[in-house]
């Protein structure tokens, strides 16, 4: 089977040069591979191409879709998870079969990365620097993750991961989810409480850190607004490693500038790479990373294995696993006037 890969353009990052190294290994022969050029026209490139393979998703065209499609190209696989930032509609359009690595592969490594941020507000890390530097010791005076509540927006892959690491260090641990997940799971992980949508609220006042883990689509967009901020505590730390517009920027900013929460730990931004002006980058009460969450060895060769398989089933006349839907589905939503919210 031939495959177009789409991913390396002149002057790819380590990240890309990764998962493209990772997925060649994962293929280990079985498969015709040929890369893209971006330098040359799509057409002659996509003859006698049997799949396509993606990196990360931003840089299919409609011009390269609609070229798989007149190749009657069996499948279109998108190493990445997120899939906001894909024309979707214009593969349902075309009849192209699209899937991805799921959030399975990522998980571990986003469940790490929060964790970290956690540790770097508990542990004062901005003003320890400080004290450092003027060689002042024992200070400042830590907290301690053991005995505060952890809030997690979504109980998918990476929700439970972090749910995982999070009770061990001794911390309280409650969620929220549109799918119910069994008593086991929530035993299992030692979840206090899972709620649906409408008990957002009880999350939002109960947790010293809420973190995200739920997709960008139109009904999570914007999830966090101004009267979510003001129903937090102000020892609340903020954690996005999922995507930037589940957050309104603006009631962010301002709700850090006010003191109403403690603080942002943020891996994602509206536009990347983000701006060093960016006003949020200014805010000593903000600590930003580009968007390295998910961006590990381990990630990459899960998800480089995981395209490799999908592939090597559509080789072998099976259905490819994984398929992104070709309609928007319904996921976390918060009721339109938060203000009539109860928590149960």
């Known amino acids: 089977m031939k495959i177009l890969y789409i991913g390396l353009p002149d002057n790819p990052t380590r990240w890309l040069l990764q998962n493209y190294n990772d997925f060649v290994a994962a293929v280990d022969g079985r498969f015709e591979i040929r890369l893209y050029d971006f330098k040359s026209h799509a057409r002659a490139q996509f003859e006698g191409i049997e799949a396509v393979v993606e990196a990360g998703g931003s840089f299919a065209t409609r011009a390269m879709i609609d070229e798989a499609a007149e190749q009657h190209v069996k499948l279109w696989q998108i190493i990445g998870t997120g899939m906001d930032h894909v024309d979707v509609a214009h593969f349902a359009k075309k009849g192209i079969i699209l899937a991805n690595t799921p ?45 505060k509540t952890l809030g997690l927006i979504g109980f998918g892959a990476s929700g439970r ?38 008990q ?52 962010l900013i301002e709700a850090l500038k006010a003191g109403l929460i403690r603080g942002a730990a943020l891996d994602v931004f509206r536009e990347e790479p983000v701006d060093p002006a960016h006003p949020l980058l200014q805010l000593e009460n903000v600590f930003a990373t580009p968007h390295t969450a998910g961006a590990t060895l381990g990630t990459s060769q899960r998800r480089g294995k995981a395209a490799a398989d999908n592939l090597h089933r559509v080789s072998q006349g099976l259905s490819p696993v994984d398929l992104v839907p070709l309609r928007a589905p319904i996921e976390l939503n918060r009721p339109a006037d938060t203000s009539q919210l109860q928590s149960r």
């Open 103 to 147: 959030g399975c592969h990522s998980s571990v490594a986003l469940a790490e990365h929060a964790l970290f941020m956690m540790l770097f507000f508990e542990k004062n890390y901005h003003q320890s620097q400080k004290m450092l530097r003027a060689r002042v010791l024992c200070q400042p005076v830590n907290g301690e993750l053991a005995g």
């Open 161 to 198: 991961e972090l749910a995982h690491r999070a009770w061990p260090l001794g911390m309280r641990v409650v969620a929220i989810d549109i799918v119910d997940a069994s008593q086991e799971i929530c035993d299992k992980l030692h979840v206090e409480f899972l709620g649906g949508p409408k």
């Open 200 to 251: 957002l609220p009880k999350v939002f006042r109960e947790a010293d850190f809420i973190s995200l883990h739920v997709p960008l689509n139109e009904t999570t967009r914007h999830l966090i607004d101004k009267k979510c901020f003001e129903l937090m505590q102000p020892t609340t730390v903020l954690i996005n490693v999922a995507r930037s517009e589940i957050v309104e920027e603006s009631a």
